[in-house]
């Protein structure tokens, strides 16, 4: 089976949710949209994969907003295509933080600047525990999406919805993929000067970060799990090579 990921940028790891996927039997076909050089430029052209070429699409998140066309450009309209095209022919999508939002975006929905930032670790409100564990989950967005017609807004914070499903896809508005190692690439690109604005010591990020690393893989794979479930139901869950 193939997944295609699609990393926004660089500094987007797939982490844990990627080790799950190649766990359970996924090879991972990564594309970098915006190079490393192109950061703060990130109005490039790209070409998208057909999304028919995969078993699972796998969205990141990004530094950027959807609705930010002098920044990002055109590309993002390749990106809703690709998203809608996967979920009109009924394949698995499983989108983050950005990629939920891109994917809310493709169905239906929208995206708008939340009023207030959430960033750091904080619980959700899940109205489906076995999927999505209340948390906490990571967050850092000011961003935020509505719920496509349709679909079911799984799991919400005070800011908004945090997670929805429709048909074979799921959006997530947190990072089930981080680790130290993306936090720390993300805090050297100017998060740590965007945490301190906002009153948040990046240090105590990634502390935070570094001590919840094990219940935070624990819990990106639960959700993987549970996505594949649901998506991809005649798949046996003792196809993976079990690693907890």
């Known amino acids: 089976m193939r997944a295609l990921v699609l990393r926004h940028d660089h500094a987007s790891l797939s982490g844990p949710v990627g080790d799950r996927l190649v766990q359970h039997g996924f090879a991972l076909d990564e594309h970098t949209v915006v190079p490393a050089e192109r950061q ?24 950027w907003s959807v609705y930010d066309r002098a920044a990002v450009g055109t590309w993002i309209d390749g990106e809703l295509k690709l998203l809608r095209r996967a979920h009109e022919r009924d394949l698995p999508v499983l989108g983050i933080c950005f ?32 999927l999505l564990p209340a ?24 800011v908004g919805p945090q997670a929805f499903r429709t048909g074979r896809a799921l959006g997530v508005q947190f990072h089930p993929e981080l680790t130290e190692e993306t ?25 935070e970060t570094r ?10 794979h639960r959700l993987v799990d549970g996505f594949l479930r649901s998506a991809l139901p005649r798949t046996p869950a003792s196809t993976h090579r079990t690693q907890t």
């Open 40 to 63: 703060h430029d990130p109005a490039v052209e790209f070409d998208f994969p057909a999304p028919e070429e995969y078993d699972l699409i796998l969205a990141l998140g990004a530094p």
């Open 99 to 130: 990629g939920a939002q891109a994917l809310a975006t493709a169905l239906g929905g929208s995206v708008e600047r939340a009023p207030r930032a959430e960033i750091g670790w904080m619980p959700i409100r899940s109205e489906a525990e076995d």
């Open 135 to 158: 948390g906490p989950w990571f967050q850092w967005h000011l961003d935020r999406f509505t719920v496509p017609p349709g679909a079911e807004e799984l799991a919400r914070s005070r």
């Open 183 to 207: 936090l720390s690439q993300w805090l050297d690109l100017g998060g740590a000067r965007q945490a301190e604005e906002y009153g948040i010591d990046p240090a105590w990020l990634l502390s």
């Open 211 to 220: 001590t919840r690393r094990e219940e935070s893989r624990q819990r990106a």
